[in-house]
């Protein structure tokens, strides 16, 4: 049986924890930050955990993570 491929997007956005948790980083850093709240951007700078039927998703994409 052949090797199943790991989606190349998944791998460049999410990490698997030991746990099994999915990390990933806060969209909204790009541009048009003039106009928001500097506390807001600091917090988005925080990475964070997915869900649990998100991960489950994210962890298909990826099987060798």
Same mark, same amino acid.
């Given at each position: ?21 999915? #990390?990933?980083? +806060? $969209? ?24 649990? #039927?998100?991960? +489950? $998703? ?8």
């Amino acid at each position: 049986m052949p090797k199943m491929k790991t989606h190349s997007g998944a791998k460049k956005r999410f990490i698997v924890n030991k746990k099994g948790k999915v #990390k990933h980083k +806060k $969209a909204g850093l790009r541009h048009l930050m003039t106009g928001m709240d500097a506390n807001r951007g600091r917090k988005l700078r925080r990475a964070s955990y997915l869900n649990t #039927k998100d991960s +489950k $998703a994210i962890k298909a994409a990826m099987p060798y993570a």
